[in-house]
């Protein structure tokens, strides 16, 4: 397979400059065993800006596994804090059992804004999601199965290479598991070889000329390492087509969907 | 969604509107459903607003490529006003007269990123200075500064929002749902929120970066069967003033087009979601039986209608945007296509609600009688500004599209053609017509505070 980079993949051309420096994970991982892993978030306004991190710490239990979920976004009038756990199945879409996730804000000086702390707790009952907030309980009907947007990136990760070309369907519970959106569908796309990591410079390209050679700069990539992938696509209501690539051994690298993108990054400030 | 497996099919205008045909005895056929008993004492109001959601983008008016069913929701349970027109198509023009009640000619804000006369008290100062409201705002603001600007007056600044919808709106839902659990455990004042989302406004960077965000070919196979119709108005390119005539080409391909449909009627889905949340949390707390709700947006989006993306243009894919009350003492159900609506009337419609009069006089209007089926006297016409010294005259019937300068106008007739194809500008009959709505505009003028700065 020919070696790529970003800007050759659709999902990836405007986070390419999010990759410069990209730190090329090594050594083993085991996706279904414990880890923790943390990634960047870049949001493709006028400019590539960074604006949070997320950090995930798995805990394989008898029959499923733990997610405890570190998140923060960032922005001018403070910061948006969320922390808690995600409870899930060792199924294919990590599919939720239980959960409670705790927002706060805090103001540009890092304290808690008084009046912002919102406390919600669910989990799933038969054909039944019940939900439990500040103002009480309320039950949401679902059917079929049900992750969240957190456990999908532990699910992407334990996903075989070979698992079927027609995907898996699913019900999202999307914005910090808060919003359902039932319809959503998971399937394999393309296969790469990526350039990642090493770091820009300009170069000179000369072009030979009817009347001489014209020389004109253009960026390069110094020192990248070709990186094998695998990308998974989901589409469906209420989301932008999205794509979570992995590497060969399961790694989460980058998820983008639209005008945001996840990064891996172990030193992501959560 | 539509069913994957049927092929997509153009959107015909009077589909929209017919699809609430039963509904649409409107208000003047009475109402729907009797009103529910009126607040005794000053409600809450709420303020719902989005960016870039043209009227169309509502699957409650019968568009098969999106599924809105909380804005659903809130329609069936207020009233939704089918001609309801953004006062200027850009987002900070627009907005300065939804937190004012004046025109962007009397706020100053002609384009994007200036700042409203200081003279004129926004809807924040107004009311927590005449009617003792607690004020609060959170989310998109697009003046300059922002929101957290120390020179805007009138609102507590709640954190959250302020970036993209796709990574925002949330934050601006959870800090607004923390609101209402506050207000809901005080219950004194009354409270006035604006809840300010930027979706679907997103799509404005596909222009933005089309070297990244469009792809020369499908990027997700998958969506083939999935991607929206092209507007049956999509090749439509009326003559017409120079400042009306701006499509873009960026796109070489149908599909292109129909994946930017797609991705944008995705961001309006998303909208939804972070509506129904909020929502569910009124309910929740007890508040939505004495709030007023409005919900509306500060323009439209092209949407590939006459060849064009974003909004900037006087067609009404840029002018047209939903505009729906609900709460105590509102018809429910009921779709007003009567009754020509502005977003200068939030401002009235809330001062009336506060029972307080405007900050003074003003072409904003109170929607409220039309909203308990009330018999009133109402506008005839209405105006809307756009690039600059542009002007669109809309009566009943017919459109008049003017810019200063420029000899060339467009003429509609939107009964008859409500895609907006023809210009009637040049047919027998038209001078008469032009003649009437020029007056129309120029007692309009005459009716404006213009900004010294303009």
Known sequence: ?270 | MPDPGSQPRALRRREFVASGAAALGALAAGPSRAPAQAPRRRPNLLLILCDQLNLDGLSALGNPHVQTPHLDRLAARGTLFLESHSTNPVCSPARSSLMTGRMPVETGVVQNDLRIRADLPNLGEWLGAQAGYQTAYCGKWHLPGGIHDPLVKGFQRLAGGGGQGAHDDHWVTQACEAYLHERAARRAEPFLLVASYMQPHDICYWMIHPETLVSDRLPYPQLADRLPALPPNHKSRPPGPAKADKAYTGFTTDEQWRYYLYAYYRMVEMLDADVGRLLEALDETGLADDTIVIFTADHGEGAGRHGNVQKWHPYDESMKVPFVVAGPGVTAGARDATHLVSGIDVMGTFCDYAGVPLPAPSLSRSVRPLLEGRAVDWRDHLVSEFQGDGRIIRTARHKLVTVTGDPAVQLFDLQADPWETRNLADQPGAADLIASHRKLLDAWNRQMDVCPTT
């Open chain 1, 1 to 270: 397979m020919p070696a790529t980079q970003a800007r050759d993949h659709f999902s990836l051309r405007h986070l390419e400059r999010a990759l410069d420096g990209f730190t090329v994970p090594t050594g083993p991982f085991d996706p279904a065993g414990a880890w923790s892993q943390r990634w960047e978030l870049f949001e493709y306004g006028f400019r590539l800006n960074r604006h949070g991190a997320l950090r995930l710490d798995r805990a394989p239990l008898a029959d499923g596994a733990r997610l405890t979920v570190a998140l923060r976004k960032f922005r001018v009038g403070g910061t948006l804090r969320c922390e808690g756990e995600v409870e899930c199945a060792a199924d294919a879409l990590a599919t939720v059992r239980r959960w409670r996730l705790a927002t706060v804000a805090l103001d540009p000086a890092g304290q808690e804004v008084p009046g912002t702390r919102l406390a919600e707790s669910g989990e799933r009952r038969g054909d039944e999601l019940l939900i439990r907030g500040p103002a009480g309980e309320r039950r949401v009907a679902v059917r079929g199965p049900v992750t969240c947007d957190f456990s999908l990136f532990d699910a992407v990760q334990r996903l075989p290479a070979g698992e079927p070309a027609q995907g898996l369907t699913f019900s999202l519970l999307d914005r910090l598991a808060r919003r359902l959106k039932p319809g959503q569908s998971l399937v394999r796309g393309e296969a790469a070889t990526l350039e990642l990591g090493g770091r820009r410079v300009w170069r000179e390209q000369a072009t030979p000329l009817a009347a001489g050679t014209v020389y004109r700069p253009v960026t390069a990539i110094e020192g990248a390492v070709s990186v094998n992938l695998t990308a998974r696509e989901q589409v469906g209501p209420g989301v932008l087509p999205t794509t979570w690539w992995t590497d060969a051994q399961g790694r989460l690298l980058v998820m983008t969907a639209g005008l945001i993108g996840w990064v891996a990054n172990p030193a992501a400030q959560v």
